[in-house]
């Protein structure tokens, strides 16, 4: 079974631009969350998506916004880039029918903003 | 909010030596427990975890028990190994959301 996969891996855009980030779930997981991991921070929660709707968000502007397709895998988009935002992106997939249960995670993209 | 506390790093210890790294967290309701461990480059993966009270997560010789009278979750290890050199998160989750609240981490490196 393939786990959770992200792309890409690194990113460099500059302020204004916007930004999607992918992430294809580990098989059989219907829900997919999205952090954002500022250099030497904990994970933030951005938000989580349950069977192609929102299901949760973090305290993360409306500029953050995101998808979850049927097939589960899922887009991160970030418009109007700011400094800030430069971070590492960790996508985390967890399977059906489980509360507060292990997050599986990929490894990542790093977005640089300049 | 939920919030949760963990000791800072760097923590550097020698091979064998005993392990502590403290966690407090404060939460609405009874929330899971879990500590995360991140390896360089990779993504986080679960190291252990605890649901209830008095529970005690154990996982490759790491050991952390819910301590819901102290509002603590602290990871113990008898004796490091050079491999476990990492980052170490504590995170509660609560909600029914996986809404989890991760701590700031504590980077861990064991020298030979």
């Known amino acids: 079974e393939t786990g959770v996969t992200q792309s890409p891996t690194h990113l460099i855009k500059t302020r204004g631009q916007q930004v999607t980030l992918r992430c294809s779930s580990q098989?059989?997981?219907?829900?997919v969350s999205w952090y954002q991991q500022a250099l030497g921070q904990g994970p933030q929660f951005i938000f989580q998506?349950?069977?192609?709707?929102?299901?949760g968000r973090g305290n993360f502007p409306p500029r953050f916004s995101g998808l979850q397709f049927p097939n589960y895998s899922s887009e991160l988009n970030v418009n109007a880039l700011e400094l800030d935002d430069s971070a590492l992106y960790l996508c985390?997939?967890?399977?059906?029918?489980?509360?507060?249960?292990?997050?599986?995670f990929g490894s990542g993209t790093q977005l640089s903003v300049l | 909010g939920d919030s949760v506390t963990q000791m800072e790093g760097p923590v550097t210890l020698s091979e064998e030596a005993f392990l502590t790294i403290n966690c407090t967290y404060t939460?609405?309701?009874?929330?899971?427990l879990f500590w995360y461990v991140q390896y360089p480059g990779e993504g986080l993966q679960l190291l252990l975890k605890?649901?209830?009270?008095?529970d005690k997560g154990s996982n490759k010789g790491f050991e952390a028990t819910y301590r819901k009278e102290t509002t603590s979750f602290h990871l113990e290890k008898g004796s490091v190994q050079v491999s476990d050199s990492a980052v170490y998160f504590c995170?509660?989750?609560?909600?029914?959301?996986?809404?989890?609240?991760f701590g700031t981490g504590t980077r861990l490196k064991v020298l030979a």
């Open positions: 985390a997939s967890s399977p059906p029918g489980q509360t507060n249960e292990k997050l599986f």
């Open positions: 098989s059989g997981h219907n829900t």
């Open positions: 998506y349950y069977r192609e709707e929102e299901n």
């Open positions: 939460a609405t309701g009874y929330p899971s």
């Open positions: 605890a649901t209830k009270a008095d």
């Open positions: 995170a509660p989750a609560s909600g029914g959301t996986y809404k989890y609240i």
